[in-house]
């Protein structure tokens, strides 16, 4: 059944990238994602993967997508609803950014040592990012328990559309991930996640501003930023066809940023081919110490905040998703696809941050995903 192939996944799960050498196969996928939002912004992502073993221990991986973007603070320095009178940026017809973004790794499994080691680069118009990762995973007790430890590094530089001299052009971030996977019986796992975050740099936007009757300046933050994170995860399969996958996340960070959030996931075969799931996420937080209400900025301050997630919010998200294996040998050998694909509704609490930049009381987006893999 796939729900357990689903649940015998989930078992070996650890943060960034598997070590999936020795159970993984050849395997292309295409897909397509999509992004709408009541604050303006639309985004067409299609997407390509390909993993290959070069031995029964070894496999490399490459992963490309292509974002196209229409976003009012690309297009004209400012608001969706207010032309901008702060940056003098023009606007520009078509898609206002795209962005190109692959990543390539390697992958070692012993099958009970794996590592994996690879490197992201993303470019548009006014950002681009490198990255490099890596992972490290030993299963002990008869591989029933695995200990994870992840990294990775960021060199990103910012590339503003219109000509600003910013503070600092860079921005790095770094995220370290300790993971305690458990396997309790045949059908329930539970993990537990420490992650260490840091950041330094240009970290608000180049784009945002503040303008009041007697200010107008633009959005600025400290420019590091240490965080933690605590994750603990369930999985069980309940019956012999529905799993569910529960998790909880606390985080909190030297900006008075404390957030919780709450995730649940019921999968569940409809046939031998097919696998639905529902699922649903809640989070929120508080706000940094910096973040005044919007009127209450002085030019004595040293920090403006416009983005809503400096703000004290709440989010839910809810969402459906499908894993589709077809059978039989029409045209192609059926038996080596597998399609999967989702759909989400994430909507905000009312918020007058979210008022002061996109004119709108809460925050909606609906957010899609469909990608086709073929085993060769």
């Known amino acids: 059944m796939q729900i357990k192939r689903f649940i015998a996944g989930l078992l070996v799960f650890v943060p960034f990238a598997k ?63 207010q032309a901008d009178a702060v940056t003098g ?71 503003p559309v219109f000509k600003r001299n910013l503070p600092k052009d860079y921005r790095r971030e770094r995220k370290i991930d300790l993971s305690l ?19 330094e740099g240009f970290l608000s936007s180049p784009y945002h501003y503040i303008i009041l009757d007697n200010i107008a300046k633009f959005e600025r933050y400290p420019d590091t930023r240490k965080g933690q994170a605590f994750t603990f995860k369930v999985v069980k399969l309940l019956t012999e066809k529905l799993a569910t996958n529960l998790s909880y996340r606390y985080y909190k960070d030297d900006w008075d940023i404390k957030s919780h959030t709450f995730n649940v996931e019921l999968l569940r075969d409809m046939t031998e081919n097919l696998t639905m799931g529902v699922r649903y996420r809640y989070y929120t937080q508080t706000k940094a110490k910096f973040a005044k209400p919007i009127t209450q900025y002085t030019l004595n301050d040293k920090y403006y905040a416009v983005d809503y997630r400096m ?25 080596r696809v597998k399609f999967e694909g989702s759909a989400d509704y994430y909507f905000t609490s009312s918020n007058e941050y979210i008022k002061n930049w996109y004119g709108k009381n809460n925050l909606q987006a609906v957010f899609t995903s469909f990608l086709m893999k073929y085993e060769f």
């Open 181 to 199: 996977t458990q396997l309790l019986s045949p059908t329930a796992m539970i993990q537990f996640i420490y992650t260490d975050l840091y950041s």
């Open 89 to 159: 940026a023009s606007g520009k017809e078509g898609f206002d950014d795209t962005r190109y973004a692959g990543s390539i790794f390697g992958s070692y499994d012993d099958g009970e040592n794996s590592i994996t080691i690879g490197g992201y680069y993303s470019t548009e118009i006014d950002y681009e990012g490198r990255s490099i990762f890596a992972n490290l995973v030993k299963q002990l007790n008869e591989q029933n328990t695995a200990l994870g430890i992840g990294f990775s590094q960021s060199f990103d530089k910012w590339k």
């Open 19 to 81: 070590g999936f050498a020795s159970g993984a196969k050849d395997e292309v996928g295409i897909g397509f994602n999509t992004y709408f939002d009541n604050g303006d912004v639309q985004v067409y992502s299609p997407t390509f993967e390909f993993l290959k073993k070069l031995t029964q221990k070894i496999l490399v991986g490459i992963k490309a997508r292509i974002d196209a973007i229409s976003a009012a603070s690309i297009r004209n320095g400012g608001r969706p609803t």
């Open 311 to 335: 703000s004290k919010f709440s989010s839910n998200t809810v969402g459906l998703s499908f894993i589709y294996k077809p059978k039989g040998k029409f045209l192609i050998n059926w038996d």
